[in-house]
Every structure is written in C-alpha cells, then in structure tokens.
C-alpha cells in the first residue's frame, strides 16, 4: 500500500488559517486522498477526501499537487474545536480496501 | 453525534472475565468494522463485516471474538485478556465496504481496561 507522510505536530493561532501538509510520493493513479480528524476522547471523522482535483467543503478545503505526489488539508479559520490528530490516508481504487491510518498530525491551537 | 453508537464507553475486567462490547449504528449502512487504539500507535483494523458476513480478520488473537446478528449490530466478544489489551476500541460503519471514495463513521468508542 501508498504511505503517507505527516509532521507529528502543528501549533495554529486561533481564527487563523492552517494548512496541514502530507506527502505521499508512491501513490498510484487510482488512490484516493482522504483525511480524518480525531477529537480528544472522540472516534475519527471524515473531513474530506478528492481524488486530482481540489476539493471544498464546510470543513475544509483540500489542495491536491498537480503530480499528486503531495496534499494539503486546509482550515480556513483555526477554532479551539478543530484541536485534534488529523489523518491523510490512501484509498486504493481497487476492491475490498480498508481504510489503514498511520501517525497523523497533532495539531494544537492557541487562544 | 454520528449515527454509531458503543457500549460502554469504559470498561474495566480481569483477565480471566468474559465481556461484550456493542455496537449499533441506524445509517442503513451495510458495512461495519472494529478498530484498536493502543496508547501511542496507529489505529489497528481488527474486523471487517460485509452484509453480516466478515471478510477480513487481521491476525487477531482468538480471545477477540466478533459478532454481527444483523447489519445494524456488531459484538466484539472478550474472554482471557491480557494487560496489553487495554485500549480504545472503535466500531465504525459504511455504507459499502472498500470502496475508495466510501466514508466511514465512527463511534466514541469503549476505553477498556484490563488487570
């Protein structure tokens, strides 16, 4: 399977804009991009996911390299709920593949 | 709120006890999947069903035992657990299984403890 790779952590500003980068150098043409977040004493969430093109919605805004060797997962505006371990993962196009998280990035946003 | 719903959400046994954790979700969905969450590491998928049939089991020792009566509920059976097996346990679902646009929903999970 595609890996990925995340910075284990992040520091945002409140009402701030952050982007959350992740690297993934060996995709293959028929993966998805998908991102979770994980709130403190909560299960995972979906956030947002694309496959060439960027992709918007109410959560955030997901930025695809044009060679699709990397993402970037956007939050337009940091609030203190948005503090969770944000997870990008690959989803191969082919049948009967699971979702398989790694470390993620802890993000932390300051008051 | 996300639809699935687990039971407890803290456990505490011995190792020589026998529990169950619950699983219920009210999505229509026709997947469901349990996950563990060691302090520090990765989530680990455990079970996967598909239409109340699994399709996949990661190796997992045979004190874990999963049950799916029907597609709206899935058991994850404990007997002779060890102090490793302490963790948060995931249930989560989808609407089908391994397809890669497919979003899966989570629960809060169960923390357990085992001493």
């Known amino acids: 399977d595609a890996k990925t790779t995340q910075p284990n952590s992040m520091e945002s500003n409140e009402e701030e804009p952050v982007h959350l980068p992740c690297n993934h150098s060996?995709?293959?043409?028929?993966?998805?991009i998908h991102w979770y977040r994980q709130l403190p004493s909560q299960g995972p969430e979906y956030v947002i996911h694309g496959l060439t093109s960027n992709v918007n919605n109410r959560m955030a805004s997901l930025a695809i390299a044009e060679d699709r060797k990397s993402s970037t997962l956007i939050l337009h505006r940091a609030t203190l709920r948005d503090a969770a371990v944000y997870y990008c993962i690959l989803r191969d196009g082919g049948a009967g593949n699971m979702l398989t998280f790694g470390g993620g990035t802890r993000l932390m946003v300051k008051p | 709120e996300t639809g699935v719903t687990q039971t407890p959400r803290h456990l505490v046994m011995g190792m020589t006890n026998k529990k169950s954790l619950k699983c219920e979700q009210h999505l229509g969905h026709n997947a469901m999947y349990w996950y563990k969450q060691s302090a520090k590491k990765p989530l680990e998928l455990m079970f996967v069903y598909s239409l109340e049939e699994r399709v996949e089991n990661n190796s997992v020792p045979s004190r874990f035992s999963p049950e799916c009566p029907n597609s709206s509920h899935l058991f994850l059976h404990l007997h002779t657990l060890q102090p490793e097996d302490s963790a948060l346990y995931l249930c989560?679902?989808?609407?089908?299984?391994?397809?890669?646009?497919?979003?899966?929903?989570f629960g809060s999970g169960t923390q357990l403890s085992v001493l």
């Open positions: 060996t995709i293959s043409g028929t993966d998805y």
């Open positions: 989560a679902s989808s609407h089908l299984m391994g397809d890669p646009y497919e979003k899966l929903f």
